[in-house]
């Protein structure tokens, strides 16, 4: 019985929707253990795109339970709408999505907050999203937030929340915030939106404990990458909640020696959204081209990702501070019509070459990389199934990626949809998913 954590192994958007997607009918259960409903991902059955913001894409497959778990940070309207979004597309929700009670909830001032402390002056600006989601962590990590549990409890709501809401007005009239905010009508709502949830809010840690006692198996979804994440990223442009794998143990109450395997997914490229270092970005031409290629826009916000080629220190960084099994290369058809694919071997930091993640924002930005040209394959890989299938040069850069990062390959996506995948036979992933002992 294996419980796999799959996440993100650069900056976010590796198609990790599509590959939770893919994996989650080997499983009983998807549970997210971070984030809010800034994690946008995009999944195609069919021709049918949906687009999943805060729910577990496991909710697509029948008979597959979705968890949202402690560690994410919930806005009630945003859930709310989601549901609504989905049953309209034909998809089941009822009992089979559960909310932990203890995650923690996202008001309107969250938002208004965060825009505040990203419009004064010397902040480095993060480029958030404006969702309120930071901020909720810091009311969370502040021990003054409210969780599902407090939203739900009619007794002790009011309370909470004419307290935090106070504490709101305090910093809004401190920092001269002009807009206004009707807190009262803000509290009838939640109240609403509580009943509409409350069906779904559950012990949810219990709820995993217990179904793994019963010999289920659950997979992890990581929402954003690890370079996201607010310890091992690239600080301060980060992201608030631990996106790292560690994070699926304290973002579930799932204990560490219940965890089987470890996936990283990275694009055979790479991407980054809104600010902050970027050492194997790409600024030219070719970088447009991926862009286009690989349609690279915010499934969320629809800004346009920076592009920039693989890097194998940022890889083997990530690699280490997951303990990652094995890894999915996706979007490796993005690259086919390229006659030399650049890869980043190393750093140049200061004059100094190192393969080491520095740890300040300043030698991160002055990160000059060093880079090594691989031959394109300039054949369409769309849609290939069979690791065997692909060109000899397509499989030249895979083990290349392999043996520079350190990580078995064990699965390589050409395409948007469930079947452009390939998952090579003998490889760790093959075992994490029980796919060898069904001889597939
Ligand atoms: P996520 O948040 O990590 O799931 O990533 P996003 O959903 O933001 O971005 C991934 C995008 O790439 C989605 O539109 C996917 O449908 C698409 N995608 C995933 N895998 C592949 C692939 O192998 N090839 C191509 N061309 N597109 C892919």
């Known amino acids: ?257 219940k965890i089987d395997g470890i996936v990283g997914v990275s694009k055979a490229y790479i991407t980054r959204v809104g600010s902050g270092p970027f050492p194997s970005e790409s600024l030219d031409e070719a970088g447009e081209t991926i862009r286009a290629r690989g349609n690279e826009f915010g499934a969320v916000t629809g800004r346009p990702r920076r592009c920039g080629w693989f890097d194998v220190p940022l890889l083997r960084y990530t690699a280490t501070v997951n303990g990652f099994d094995s890894l999915i290369i996706t979007k490796l058809d993005v690259l086919d019509e390229l006659e030399e694919i650049p890869v980043c071997v190393a750093y140049r930091v200061d004059g100094v070459e190192t393969s080491e993640m520095p740890a300040t924002f300043r030698a991160m930005q002055a990160i000059e990389p060093v880079f090594e040209n691989r031959p394109g394959w300039r054949t369409s890989t769309k849609g290939i199934s069979r690791y065997g299938g692909l060109p000899p040069a397509a499989r030249d850069y895979i083990q290349y990626l392999e043996s520079r990062t350190g990580v078995e390959v064990g699965c390589v996506s050409t395409g948007p949809e469930r079947t452009e995948t390939m998952i090579r036979s003998g490889s760790r992933l093959e075992a994490l998913l029980g796919l060898a002992q069904e001889g597939h």
């Not at 195609?44 to 778990?69: C, D, E, H, N, Q």
């Not at 932990?100 to 002056?121: G, N, Q």
């Not at 709820?207 to 690890?226: D, H, P, S, V």
């Open 1 to 257: 019985m294996s419980n796999v954590i799959v996440l993100g192994a650069q900056w976010g958007d590796e198609g990790k929707g599509k590959i939770v997607d893919l994996f989650s009918d080997r499983f009983d259960i998807v549970a997210r253990y971070q984030g809010g409903h800034n994690a946008g991902h995009t999944v195609f059955i069919g021709s049918t795109k949906y687009v999943l913001k805060l729910i577990p894409s496991g909710i697509l497959r029948p008979g597959v339970k979705a968890v949202i778990g402690n560690g994410v940070v919930i806005d009630p309207a945003a859930l709310i709408q989601e549901m609504q979004t989905l049953r309209g597309a034909g998809v089941e929700i009822g009992g089979n999505l559960l909310i932990s009670d203890r995650a923690h909830v996202i008001f309107p001032f969250h938002r208004l907050i965060e825009k505040m402390s990203e419009a004064r002056e010397n902040r480095i600006p993060i480029g958030t999203t404006s969702r309120g989601i930071g901020p909720c962590y810091e009311d969370k990590i502040g021990r003054r937030g409210i969780r599902m549990a407090d939203l739900l409890d009619r007794e002790s709501f009011r309370l909470l929340f004419d307290t935090l809401a106070e504490d709101k007005q305090i910093l809004a009239e401190t920092f001269q915030l002009e807009e206004p905010v009707d807190y009262a009508r803000i509290r009838d709502q939640y109240e609403q939106y509580a009943d509409c949830i409350r069906p779904m809010v559950a012990d949810t840690a219990r709820f995993l404990n217990e179904a793994i006692r019963g010999g289920q198996r659950i997979l992890f979804e990581g929402a954003q990458g690890t370079m996201l994440d607010i310890d091992h990223g690239t600080y301060p442009f980060v992201t608030s909640s631990s996106a790292a794998a560690g994070g699926a143990c304290t973002g579930t109450g799932v204990a560490p020696t």
